[in-house]
């Protein structure tokens, strides 16, 4: 596969901790996903998260276990070839998810970053593929991130031992770059970086998959934050299962 995206870049991604990559998915395949995603998030088991000031999102949780074609977005070649790029090294799937942030009413994504969430060691390369099924402008909830947040310490504080996904104080206050994207993007953010995303205002819900990758070398990690113990894994155990965990080079 040709290389998709140029040295500049990759340069770009491991400086500031995320990158938008224009028009990935052909509008054909953004239609054909989008009919099948809207489909899924009518039936599915869902889980929700709400706030008090509203409903932030609510999503179908392993998607790419329950369906073909999401699964096919999951392990898409121009994605994962991209992913991995970005990465540097090889990269397995850890879990995609299909989210939805409902009509007029919702509440903003708070900022965090994912880390806390990813229970497995390895190089600190992990990443989110965040592809956007519907145009999402900045009014319809697009996502922002503190540049370069993935680089310098996480202040550790009482607050944030209660809430691993609080902001660190000292980021708190850095500046944020925001990013509206159309349907067929994708963005990609180290698991590292501090973002959030708006509040959807407008009248069409916004629709996205966004999907983890994390070193293929990783070894689990339990973590309290993730009570599933991800199919029987013990703690050290390297993620082996190519069906579960599978090696997103290999199809590219
Ligand atoms: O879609 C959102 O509002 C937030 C998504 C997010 O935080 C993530 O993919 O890591």
Redesign the pocket.
């Known amino acids: 596969m040709p290389d998709l995206v140029s040295d500049e870049v990759v340069e770009h991604y491991r400086q500031e901790g995320f990158i938008r990559i224009p028009g990935v998915l052909t509008p054909q395949e953004v239609k054909s996903l989008l009919e099948v995603s809207l489909l899924r998030l009518d039936e599915a088991e869902k889980v929700n998260w709400d706030r008090e000031d509203g409903r ?2 609510d999503w179908v949780p392993h998607v790419d276990r329950a369906s073909e074609e999401l699964r096919g977005l999951a392990l898409h070649p121009r994605i994962t070839a991209i992913a991995e790029r970005l990465a540097g090294v090889p990269l397995r799937l850890f879990k995609s ?1 299909l ?1 939805r ?1 409902g009509t007029a009413g919702s509440a ?2 708070p900022l ?1 970053a ?1 880390a806390p969430a990813i229970p497995f060691s390895g190089r600190p390369v992990g990443l ?1 593929a ?1 592809v956007a099924l519907t145009d999402v402008p900045v009014e319809r ?1 697009c ?1 922002s991130y503190i540049p370069g947040s993935h680089l310098v310490p996480h202040e550790q504080d009482e607050a944030r031992e209660r809430d691993p996904f609080r902001c660190p104080s000292n980021l708190v206050w850095e500046p944020r770059v925001t990013v509206p994207v159309r349907a067929g993007d994708v963005t990609f ?1 180290h698991e590292r970086v501090l ?3 708006g509040r959807n205002d407008t009248d069409e819900v ?1 629709v ?1 998959l ?1 999907t ?1 990758y994390m070193d293929a070398e990783s070894v689990y990690e339990p973590s309290d934050l993730v009570p599933d113990d991800l199919g029987g894994l013990l703690p050290g155990q390297r993620l082996d299962d190519d069906h579960v965990f599978p090696l997103i080079g290999a199809r590219g």
Do not use: F, Q, Y
């Open positions: 932030v999102m998810e989210l942030k903003l994504t965090h994912d989110t965040w909830g996502m953010h973002h959030l995303a916004r996205s966004a983890v």
